[in-house]
């Protein structure tokens, strides 16, 4: 899976075969630094992985000793224009920095920034998107394209390269799902370096997890991306739910629970649209490696329940709890989740 290349961002390995990892991005104001801490904490219990947070200021500097001291998992500062920044985020103790080296200034800057990653051991991401393209490589395109979207890629790392720093990661993000899939096959042949996966400005929770879905899981499924970001405007704890559905239902993350419920149809007696939601959010946070079905009824419910570890399927008022295939329990329709969350329990 993923590129040739690896790094790693703290105690979390990227690329070169290594599971695909999940991240977020704070969004409290980062003068908020008991809000951010507050919501950095919540990310990493929703199953985030890494963790970036602006850092606009030399204030803001003070947030990545804060989040080191509550959190296991890495931070990465995300910074623009200022080198000072980043140079103060690698003596706070940063995992990693999120930089666009030609944003940054002449080479001495570059270099600086470059020679303390490199002190320290600390990955740079560089993440281009189609509003950020350099004036030469919209004149010889045109406009924005995948290619050059990749082209500005790799002219940055190239910047880091002069320099000996190779310890990037790659993103190019746009908005558009078909535009954002081309880069990253582009990319993925042109360079070797990991790839961090997203569409941004993907929009609310809707439709930006349809898109993330759609741009994200195409690229996965042909063994392109290492890491992700769900980008959505909404709480980010809900990006982390839906990236970690998409490597479940792409096959690429076996911990947690597999969910799978019918679509009901004319012959279901029972609520399951109501029944389905309840038992999906209750086990939301359940960390069990089980298969739970919620079926309608026993037309498919039995044979769907005996590829399940456990499993519901809807009678007329009543219901059928399942373990492998064998009923367990008959229970009228108001107890059923309970009784299914109490099979769960005995796992």
């Given at each position: 899976?993923?590129?040739?290349?690896?790094?790693?961002?703290?105690?979390?390995?990227?690329?070169?075969?290594?599971?695909?990892?999940?991240q977020?991005?704070?969004n409290?104001?980062?003068?908020?630094?008991?809000?951010?801490?507050?919501?950095?904490?919540?990310?990493?219990?929703a199953?985030?992985?890494?963790i970036?947070?602006?850092?606009?200021?030399?204030?803001?500097v003070?947030?990545?000793?804060?989040?080191?001291q509550?959190?296991?998992?890495?931070?990465?500062?995300?910074?623009?224009?200022?080198?000072?920044?980043a140079?103060?985020?690698?003596?706070?103790?940063?995992?990693?920095?999120?930089?666009?080296?030609?944003?940054?200034?002449?080479d001495?800057?570059?270099?600086?920034?470059?020679?303390?990653?490199?002190?320290?051991?600390?990955?740079i991401?560089i993440?281009?998107?189609?509003?950020?393209?350099e004036?030469?490589?919209?004149?010889?395109?045109?406009?924005?394209?995948?290619?050059?979207?990749?082209?500005?890629?790799?002219?940055?790392?190239?910047?880091?390269?002069?320099?000996?720093?190779?310890?990037?990661?790659?993103?190019?993000?746009?908005?558009?799902?078909?535009?954002?899939?081309k880069?990253?096959?582009?990319?993925?042949?042109?360079?070797?370096?990991?790839?961090?996966l997203?569409?941004?400005?993907?929009?609310?929770?809707?439709?930006?997890?349809?898109?993330s879905?759609a741009?994200?899981?195409?690229?996965?499924?042909?063994?392109?991306?290492?890491?992700?970001?769900?980008?959505?405007?909404a709480?980010?704890?809900?990006?982390?739910?839906?990236?970690?559905?998409i490597?479940?239902?792409?096959?690429?993350?076996?911990?947690?629970?597999?969910?799978?419920?019918?679509p009901?149809?004319?012959?279901?007696?029972?609520?399951?649209?109501?029944?389905?939601?309840?038992?999906?959010?209750?086990?939301?946070?359940?960390?069990?490696?089980?298969?739970?079905?919620?079926?309608?009824?026993?037309?498919?419910?039995?044979?769907?329940?005996r590829?399940?570890?456990?499993?519901?399927?809807?009678?007329?008022?009543?219901?059928l709890?399942?373990?492998?295939?064998?009923?367990?329990?008959?229970v009228?329709?108001?107890?059923?989740?309970?009784?299914?969350?109490d099979?769960?329990?005995?796992l």
């Open positions: 899976m993923g590129s040739k290349k690896q790094v790693k961002v703290g105690n979390v390995l990227v690329g070169g075969g290594a599971q695909v990892s999940v977020s991005m704070l409290v104001p980062s003068t908020d630094i008991e809000g951010s801490v507050k919501q950095a904490v919540e990310l990493e219990k199953g985030c992985q890494i970036r947070a602006a850092i606009p200021n030399k204030d803001a003070k947030l990545i000793p804060a989040l080191k509550a959190l296991t998992i890495p931070v990465v500062a995300d910074i623009h224009f200022d080198y000072k920044l140079l103060e985020a690698c003596a706070a103790g940063v995992d990693k920095i999120r930089i666009n080296p030609g944003n940054i200034g002449s001495d800057r570059v270099k600086a920034v470059a020679d303390a990653c490199r002190q320290r051991n600390i990955p991401r993440g281009v998107n189609s509003g950020s393209l004036k030469e490589i919209l004149a010889k395109y045109g406009h924005p394209t995948p290619q050059a979207l990749c082209d500005s890629a790799l002219y940055h790392a190239s910047l880091l390269e002069k320099f000996d720093f190779n310890d990037i990661v790659l993103s190019m993000k746009s908005s558009t799902v078909p535009f954002m899939v880069a990253y096959e582009l990319a993925n042949e042109q360079c070797d370096y990991p790839l961090h997203g569409v941004t400005e993907a929009g609310t929770e809707r439709m930006g997890i349809i898109k879905a741009g994200i899981g195409s690229l996965l499924l042909h063994g392109i991306g290492d890491t992700i970001r769900v980008s959505l405007t709480d980010p704890v809900k990006e982390i739910y839906a990236a970690n559905d490597l479940k239902a792409l096959g690429l993350k076996k911990s947690g629970v597999q969910f799978v419920s019918c009901t149809c004319g012959r279901t007696r029972i609520d399951l649209v109501k029944i389905a939601g309840e038992v999906e959010n209750r086990l939301k946070d359940c960390k069990k490696n089980i298969k739970v079905a919620v079926m309608g009824c026993v037309v498919n419910g039995p044979g769907e329940a590829e399940a570890d456990i499993g519901i399927a809807g009678g007329d008022g009543c219901g709890v399942f373990k492998k295939g064998e009923v367990i329990r008959k009228p329709e108001e107890q059923l989740v309970d009784a299914l969350m099979e769960i329990d005995k």
